[in-house]
Nanobody
Framework: QLQASGGGLVQTGESLRLSCAAS????????MAWFRQAPGREREFVASVRWSGGRTDYAESVKGRFTISRNRAESTVYLQMNSLKPEDTAIYYC????????????WGQGTQVTVSS
């Protein structure tokens, strides 16, 4: 199970930190990720982190502004979002897949992020 939280309403340039708490199974062989979906748009990849080793990957649109990290002791993944822009407004979902499977099999419920101009 994945439980996302931390969304909210902020102004342009402000920051938010999203959390995704995982439960139910060891995450050793998993890749955890954040996706987002804005109204009228397809869901898009934001960032991912490999649980073992911590390798990260980012969408070009968030590089330098967003940071994904994990707390292994708490089985929690974070997305620190800085310098937020109105185009970051979306529902953010955390997801997980087992390496090397390419499809994300597990999804959280989503948390709304709204950035006002």
């Amino acid at each position: 199970q994945l439980q996302a939280s931390g969304g909210g309403l902020v102004q342009t340039g402000e920051s938010l930190r999203l959390s995704c708490a995982a439960s139910g199974r060891p995450l050793t062989n998993y890749i955890m990720a954040w996706f987002r979906q804005a109204p009228g748009r397809e869901r898009e990849f934001v960032a991912s982190v490999r649980w073992s080793g911590g390798r990260t990957d980012y969408a070009e649109s968030v590089k330098g502004r967003f940071t994904i990290s994990r707390n292994r002791a708490e089985s929690t993944v974070y997305l620190q979002m800085n310098s937020l822009k109105p185009e970051d407004t979306a529902i953010y979902y955390c997801a997980a897949r087992m390496f090397p499977v390419s499809d994300y099999s597990y999804w959280g419920q989503g948390t709304q992020v709204t950035v006002s101009s």
